[in-house]
Nanobody, 114 residues
Framework: QAQLVESGGGLVQPGGSLRLSCTVSGLNFGRYSWAWYRQGPGYQRELVATVLLDRTTNYEDSVKGRFTISRDNDRRTVFLQMNSLKPGDTAVYYC????????WGQGTQVTVSS
């Protein structure tokens, strides 16, 4: 069964950076598009960024120019580099396929606060 393990979150001041990682097991990583999602307090889970098979990327408007999604097929890992973080980025971050078809992992908490 496929398993998603997110890591890299933490507490950071506004303007800071974090790099999230999601390691995937139990399926053929290279055959899927991948995405990062987030769920802030009191909000529904939302799509943040996607990376397609050809490494084309797409971003939610509020993170364009600040976040970068990438994939390493050999390491079965998808990354999210987050720069210029804002308090509004505070959320639990999850990865899944581009259209989420897998059981959600535990996520990784990102808190942006001074």
């Amino acid at each position: 069964q496929a398993q998603l393990v997110e890591s890299g979150g933490g507490l950071v001041q506004p303007g800071g950076s974090l790099r999230l990682s999601c390691t995937v097991s139990g399926l053929n990583f290279g055959r899927y598009s991948w995405a990062w999602y987030r769920q802030g307090p009191g909000y529904q889970r939302e799509l943040v960024a996607t990376v397609l098979l050809d490494r084309t990327t797409n971003y939610e408007d509020s993170v364009k120019g600040r976040f970068t999604i990438s994939r390493d097929n050999d390491r079965r890992t998808v990354f999210l580099q987050m720069n210029s973080l804002k308090p509004g980025d505070t959320a639990v971050y999850y990865c899944n396929t581009g259209t989420p078809i897998l059981p959600w992992g535990q996520g990784t908490q990102v808190t942006v606060s001074s």
